[in-house]
């Protein structure tokens, strides 16, 4: 009876440990997994191209010998604070929309996303934007021309006085797989579209109201800006179109994650961008929890007068710093670099 009570007792003590050390493994394991996902997934940077810090303060010469230690290691201690902080775990974004063999860019989007707020704001950019420069064709979309992504970067940049982090460039055969991997999507087109151009092999026609509609369609009824007789909505309406179709085509992406391989696929074919594999899983596990209520989209504001879009100075102001802005600190008039007529 005593032998098989402490048989009992080692068999219990037995599963005990036993229980323990698979607890202690997984918390092991568990560990280990977060590690190697804090090394292979980082949280992406923030570029290095926020103003220089702003001269520290010169210490103040005391004439008393007798000043004490302490004042004077908090003086030596004091830290020199950026003149433009940026704001945690917020990224500006560049899209641009390639068209296949051209020097041009065909859309531009300045895409700010607040993973604290868990709030995006998408702002298209005219493609005849007035821009500061010194070439011939003063058009913001001249620029990939002259200087390639460095160059256009740097112009959007000055521009709107705000950094950017990332550039995502976008071939137009990606948008036309992407729309057909979730299936087409239903999109209000906002007017009857008859327009034929045989020199760009385009022929779009589409009726006013609810479509649903396959990748080839929606890339057509996004470069749409005016009729064959004249009418239509130019530029500007392109742009909206433009943005509730990708809203659409967003939606759909996100309530599809089992097609993630698929996505990922389509990217590596058609997309090109500074981000690193870790950094679009990173981005990409926080987007998935976005609502659509959080995301923003707009035109930048701005009114045509031959042969250029002129940027509004003070509505541009109060969009880069409403939606646009990563600093702490609002961006002032003379932080743009906004040409006016």
């Known amino acids: 009876m005593k032998k098989q009570a402490n048989k009992k007792k080692r068999s219990r003590a037995g599963r005990g440990e036993r229980a323990a050390r698979s607890l202690l493994t997984l918390v092991v394991t568990l560990g280990a997994l977060w590690g190697l996902w804090n090394i292979l997934v980082p949280k992406p940077a923030i570029a290095d191209n926020t103003p220089p810090a702003a001269p520290a303060q010169e210490r103040r010469v005391d004439s008393d010998?007798?000043?004490?230690?302490?004042q004077t290691e908090q003086q030596e201690a004091a830290e020199v604070v950026p003149a433009d902080p940026r704001r945690k775990d917020c990224w500006t974004f560049l899209v641009v929309g390639m068209d296949k063999g051209g020097g041009n860019t065909d859309s531009l989007m300045l895409v700010t996303y607040d993973a604290a707020a868990q709030s995006v704001s998408v702002g298209s950019i005219a493609r005849d934007t007035r821009v500061d420069v010194e070439r011939k064709l003063k058009k913001i979309n001249a620029a990939y021309a002259f200087g390639k992504m460095e160059g256009l970067l740097e112009?959007?940049?000055?521009?709107?006085?705000?950094p950017i982090d990332y550039y995502l460039r976008v071939y137009v055969n990606g948008f036309v797989r992407l729309v057909n991997a979730v299936d087409g999507?239903?999109?209000?087109?906002?007017?009857?579209?008859?327009?034929?151009?045989?020199?760009?092999?385009?022929?779009?026609h589409y009726r006013k109201g609810m479509q649903h509609l396959n990748g080839q369609q929606a890339l057509e009824v996004c470069r749409f800006r005016q009729n064959n007789d004249g009418s239509g909505y130019g530029d500007e309406g392109r742009q909206e179109t433009q943005r509730a179709v990708l809203t659409q085509v967003m939606k759909k992406v996100l309530a599809n994650p089992g097609k993630l391989s698929e996505y990922a696929d389509?990217?590596?074919?058609?997309?090109?961008?500074?981000?690193?594999?870790?950094n679009i899983i990173w981005f990409a596990t926080k987007a998935v929890s976005i609502d659509m209520e959080n995301v923003h989209t707009m035109s930048m504001p701005c009114a045509w007068t031959s042969p250029y879009m002129y940027l509004d100075p003070d509505a541009t102001l109060e969009m880069v710093n409403t939606y646009f802005n990563?600093?702490?600190?609002?961006?002032?008039?003379?932080?743009?670099?906004?040409?006016?007529?």
Not at 332 to 337: P, S
């Open 185 to 204: 999507v239903d999109v209000e087109v906002p007017c009857s579209m008859n327009y034929d151009d045989p020199y760009q092999d385009l022929s779009i």
């Open 266 to 278: 389509i990217a590596a074919d058609t997309l090109d961008t500074n981000l690193t594999v870790g």
């Open 326 to 341: 990563p600093y702490v600190n609002p961006r002032t008039a003379d932080q743009l670099a906004i040409i006016t007529r």
């Open 155 to 162: 112009e959007v940049s000055q521009t709107f006085g705000v």
């Open 65 to 70: 010998p007798q000043e004490s230690d302490e």
